[in-house]
T-cell receptor, first 114, second 118 residues
Framework: QKEVEQNSGPLSVPEGAIASLNCTYS??????FFWYRQYSGKSPELIMS????GDKEDGRFTAQLNKASQYVSLLIRDSQPSDSATYLC??????????????FGKGTHLIIQP | GAGVSQSPRYKVAKRGQDVALRCDPI?????LFWYQQALGQGPEFLTY????????KSGLPSDRFFAERPEGSVSTLKIQRTQQEDSAVYLC????????????????FGPGTRLTVL
């Protein structure tokens, strides 16, 4: 059973601060890791993808992956009220030439306080 | 270009009715996925197509759920004899291709269909 664990929150962060979102996964065969942002009543929107150990930066967002610890995180610098949303961690295991569906965590509800 | 589209956006059904949900993936995307998202939960995988072939249907909750993608493009998720527990948002996603991990396996989601079963 593949599992992805996230703290559901809410995580409250002051505007301008760094928001840190964490995720652990159970399947060591996982190869692709994604962070999606989901506003209330909307569909998931891709924020970051990461495939190799280490950090990957894109604007105010940094994804961090540690496969040995089965841990992936997302840092949001200079947090803005518009960053307030639910952040979903998703993991993909590519097996036998075919992809599995993504396994999602339940999401962390992030609130940026003005 | 156009993203993933889904219709209808909202569907209200009486218990026992059959419903059909449609997904138009991004043009040229080989892979198509269906997910079910209950309130306050992350999406849960239902089924997956590579072109017209349904390669994985392990997430379908019961034999009342059926999906097809006959020409390798548009897909339909059908739910027969709907039950109240089927109430959820049904999300469709597509990705360019399969194979080694990389940008081509990124899944892009449609707006979803919110199904309410009374």
């Amino acid at each position: 059973q593949k599992e992805v664990e996230q703290n559901s929150g809410p995580l409250s962060v002051p505007e301008g601060a760094i928001a840190s979102l964490n995720c652990t996964y159970s399947d060591r065969g996982s190869q692709s890791f994604f962070w999606y942002r989901q506003y209330s009543g909307k569909s998931p929107e891709l924020i970051m993808s990461i495939y190799s150990n280490g950090d990957k930066e894109d604007g105010r967002f940094t994804a961090q992956l540690n496969k040995a610890s089965q841990y992936v995180s997302l840092l949001i610098r200079d947090s803005q009220p518009s960053d307030s949303a639910t952040y979903l961690c998703a993991v993909n295991t590519l097996t036998g030439g075919g992809a599995d569906g993504l396994t999602f965590g339940k999401g962390t509800h992030l609130i940026i306080q003005p | 270009g156009a993203g993933v589209s889904q219709s209808p956006r909202y569907k209200v059904a009486k218990r026992g009715q059959d419903v059909a949900l449609r997904c138009d993936p991004i043009s040229g995307h080989v892979s198509l996925f269906w997910y079910q998202q209950a309130l306050g939960q992350g999406p849960e995988f239902l089924t997956y197509f590579q072109n017209e072939a349904q390669l994985d249907k392990s997430g379908l909750p019961s034999d009342r759920f059926f999906a097809e993608r006959p020409e390798g493009s548009v897909s339909t998720l059908k739910i027969q004899r709907t039950q109240q527990e089927d109430s959820a948002v049904y999300l469709c996603a597509s990705s360019l291709s399969l194979g080694p991990a990389g940008s081509t396996d990124t899944q892009y989601f449609g707006p979803g269909t919110r199904l309410t079963v009374l």
